[in-house]
């Protein structure tokens, strides 16, 4: 009897490990809240139709201006070349894709790939506008599983999106299988900052400003506070490098940007 109840015990004990751990692999973060992971991609979708008419005036205040240097220092470690196929993953409204757009010339090619259509449209409305018509293609795609062929792209960048993907293993690993041999991946985002007092200063403004200046200009408090939140969240600079390491990337390395409040990872496949 004893026997019986010892094995029954243990055979508890075991399916509520198993349910805890299928539950926990589940789920993902959102911010700092924990989501099913099928409500993640929706739930990332709403803050971008929210935000993504504002976006560019939005990106200008917060970074006074700043994120522009930062994806032209993006474009200058590409090594792109006239002629080149690259893929600007969550391109968003463009910012990226036209300056991949001028490298490429006539017989390049960029594609401006986005999971969220009211980020796509406003990035499709602003590159015609600035006449940039005849190299550039705009496809709707998640990066967890991209909608190309295998070795498609000389370059792939993504700009401030990975960190709003649900299985950023996954991601990477489809952007390994659409580079060609000899490409490069080009991973910008906001990252930890190196110094603890930048660190303190980037968290107030983060946490208090940010916040603030969402709803002032853009009247939404809350798409902006998860916004500081997944930056919080997002794998740091060493986690992020062996994260690309293991989907396959070789030669990976980083620049530290504004002291580290973003990084620019490079990795090539061979």
Not at 28 to 54: D, I, R
Not at 103 to 129: E, F, H, Y
Not at 184 to 208: A, G, H, M, T
Request: hydrophobic content about 45%.
């Amino acid at each position: 009897m004893a026997c019986a109840l010892l094995s029954f015990t243990l055979a508890a004990f075991n399916c509520l490990q198993a349910r805890s751990m299928t539950d926990k692999q589940n789920t993902t973060h959102f911010g700092y809240k924990t989501v099913a992971a099928e409500q993640k991609v929706s739930l990332v979708a709403n803050v971008f139709h929210s935000v993504a008419a504002k976006y560019d005036v939005m990106n200008d205040l917060m970074s006074l201006g700043i994120h522009r240097l930062w994806k032209r220092f993006t474009i200058d470690c590409s090594g792109v070349r006239p002629g080149q196929q690259v893929l600007d993953l969550a391109g968003g409204t463009g910012d990226i894709t036209a300056l991949f757009s001028k490298r490429v010339g006539p017989t390049g090619k960029v594609v401006l790939a986005d999971i969220n259509a009211s980020m796509l449209n406003v990035g499709r409305d602003k590159l015609r506008d600035l006449g940039l018509v005849n190299n550039i293609e705009y496809v709707q795609a998640n990066a967890e599983a991209l909608p190309f062929a295998d070795n498609s792209f000389d370059i792939i960048s993504i700009g401030f999106g990975l960190r709003n993907v649900t299985d950023k293993d996954a991601a990477l690993r489809s952007m390994f299988r659409v580079l060609k041999p000899g490409g490069r991946l080009l991973v910008l985002e906001f990252s930890k900052p190196e110094q603890e007092w930048l660190s303190k200063v980037y968290d107030l403004y983060s946490f208090k400003l940010l916040p603030a200046m969402g709803q002032l200009v853009a009247n939404d408090k809350e798409s902006y506070q998860y916004l500081a939140e997944s930056i919080r969240m997002h794998p740091d600079q060493e986690t992020l490098k062996a994260m690309m390491q293991d989907a396959g990337f070789a030669e990976v390395s980083y620049h530290n940007l504004t002291g580290g409040i973003v990084a620019l990872h490079r990795g090539y496949k061979f």
